[in-house]
C-alpha cells in the first residue's frame, strides 16, 4: 500500500478546506470544521481521481521504477485533495447556511 498517494490528498484536502473557509467566511464552519470536512473532501477527491485513473488511490504511483519522483502524481494528488476538501467544505457551509436560515424563519 502507498501510504503517500493517501496521506498527500488527505493533507491537501485539509489545506483546501481552510482555504475555502477563509475564503468564504459566510460559510466556514471554524477551523476544526473546515479540516475535518476538508479531510473528508480530500479523501473523497483521492477515490474519485483513483476511479478515473485505475484501482484507487495507489494506481497513479507517486514514484517511477527507477524511484524518481512522477511530479505528474504528485500534483494530481495534491490537487485532487485540495479541490476536493474546498468544494466539499463550501458545499457543508451552504447546507448549514440554509438549515440555520430556515430554523430561524420557521421559529419566528
Known amino acids: 500500500m502507498n501510504w503517500a498517494a493517501i ?3 488527505i ?3 485539509v489545506i483546501g478546506g481552510n482555504v475555502a473557509g477563509s475564503s468564504f ?3 466556514s464552519l471554524g477551523a476544526t470544521g473546515n479540516s475535518f470536512v476538508g ?3 480530500g479523501a473523497a477527491g483521492a477515490i474519485v481521481l483513483g476511479m478515473l485513473g485505475g484501482d484507487g488511490a495507489d494506481s497513479i504511483p507517486l514514484t517511477s521504477q527507477a524511484g524518481t519522483l512522477n511530479m505528474s502524481a504528485l500534483i494530481a494528488a495534491i490537487a485532487s485533495g485540495g479541490i476536493g476538501g474546498g468544494v466539499l467544505m463550501s458545499v457543508v457551509g451552504v447546507l448549514k447556511q440554509k438549515v440555520l ?3 430561524k424563519t420557521g421559529s419566528s
Request: charged content about 35%; hydrophobic content about 40%.
Open 25 to 27: 467566511k459566510k460559510f
Open 39 to 41: 479531510l473528508l473532501g
Open 11 to 13: 493533507i491537501s484536502g
Open 7 to 9: 496521506l498527500i490528498p
Open 101 to 103: 436560515k430556515k430554523r
